[in-house]
């Protein structure tokens, strides 16, 4: 199994692009989730979906960002215009539907965002 | 709704002493707790889980944590530090019947050894 699979892994944008994060959930997990870490603000949770469909984007910051999840197997997260506050490192897992409770999550390497 | 608070966003210990990481959590249901490790430039990684079984918990690289109701704690222990043990550490929790998958995390302490 080759895990929670994220692309790209380091990410340099300027202001005002935009940002394009990807990510692969492990085969058979049908729940997925997206993070943001920084220095100040710790581990926010962004969105989460089950079976594809969006549950939970109390986290997402602003309208700047969206996600989506269009198959089983990938899902993205976006920031139209970015700005340097986003930078940070933006994890995605993912975990059987029900049993993260039991299981927890399995966390990608993430990808750090740095906009200047 | 869940919350867990890490109490101390350092620690440094010596190496071979005792590790002691505090996670007091507050929910409303009967809570699962997972204690998260996260390395330098990776992503976190399951240290141990509490799902109802043993209130001792034992997990991967030595360390353990007890759950225990009365103080709402779950603090993770090791008794003899190793150099490999610096990294950042989570505590975590999630509503037992909950139908949804969330997990909340705390804000994480990080654990420095002493030579």
């Known amino acids: 199994d080759a895990g929670v699979i994220q692309s790209p892994r380091h990410e340099v944008t300027e202001m005002g692009q935009e940002v394009t994060l990807r990510c692969k959930p492990i085969s058979g997990h049908n729940s997925l989730f997206w993070y943001r870490q920084t220095m100040m603000r710790g581990l926010e949770l962004l969105i989460y979906f089950n079976n594809n469909v969006p549950i939970d984007d109390s986290g997402m910051p602003e309208d700047r960002f969206s996600a989506k999840m269009p198959n089983a197997s990938f899902s993205t997260l976006k920031i139209q215009p970015s700005e340097p506050r986003d930078s940070a490192v933006y994890f995605c897992?993912?975990?059987?539907?029900?049993?993260?409770?039991?299981?927890?999550?399995?966390f990608g390497s993430g990808t750090r965002l740095t906009v200047v | 709704a869940q919350s867990v608070t890490q109490l101390g966003s350092h620690v440094s210990v010596s190496e071979g002493a005792l590790v002691l990481l505090r996670c007091n959590y507050s929910?409303?249901?009967?809570?699962?707790l997972f204690w998260y490790v996260q390395y330098p430039n990776q992503g976190l990684q399951l240290l141990l889980k509490?799902?109802?079984?043993?209130?001792l918990v034992k997990g991967i690289n030595g360390f353990e944590a007890e759950f225990k109701k009365s103080e709402t704690s779950f603090h993770l222990t090791k008794p003899s530090a190793h150099m490999s043990d610096a990294a950042e550490y989570f505590c975590a929790v999630s509503g037992r019947y909950s139908s949804a998958s969330k997990i909340i995390f705390g804000s994480g302490t990080r654990l420095s050894i002493r030579p």
């Open positions: 509490y799902t109802s079984a043993a209130t």
């Open positions: 897992a993912s975990s059987s539907l029900g049993e993260s409770r039991n299981y927890g999550y399995t």
């Open positions: 929910s409303s249901v009967p809570p699962y």
